[in-house]
């Protein structure tokens, strides 16, 4: 149901970009966005986005990271700007939508010198 793409090894300071696609029926009216996780910890929210475009991020992320999608493509991207050692973890991609919640794999994200 959702492929997701991009992450790895940056500088502090860096960027990058994570792309998750969704495939299969997807309610018309839904929710997708990223989380994240590190070891030992629960996994957080970083930015969503309804199918209506509201967006919501996480302070910690909010001025640095940007939410978009690509409607016909059913995809949803972050860009990730400044990033920071304490970014380091896994992101996950989140599709919502009626009572349903699927996952994507999850894509290591790095920053460090």
């Known amino acids: 149901q959702l492929q997701a793409s991009g992450g790895g090894l940056v500088q502090p300071g860096g960027s990058l970009r994570l792309s998750c696609t969704a495939s299969?029926?997807?309610?018309?009216?839904?929710?997708m966005g990223w989380y994240r996780q590190t070891p030992g910890g629960q996994r957080e929210l970083v930015a969503t986005r309804t199918s209506g475009g509201t967006t919501n991020y996480a302070d910690s992320v909010k001025g640095r990271f940007t939410i978009s999608k690509d409607n016909a493509e059913n995809t949803v991207h972050l860009q990730m700007d400044s990033l920071e050692p304490e970014d380091t973890a896994v992101y996950y991609c989140?599709?919502?939508?009626?009572?349903?919640?699927?996952w994507g794999q999850g894509t290591q994200v790095t920053v460090s010198s």
């Open positions: 299969g029926k997807i309610f018309r009216v839904n929710v």
């Open positions: 989140r599709l919502s939508f009626l009572r349903y919640i699927f």
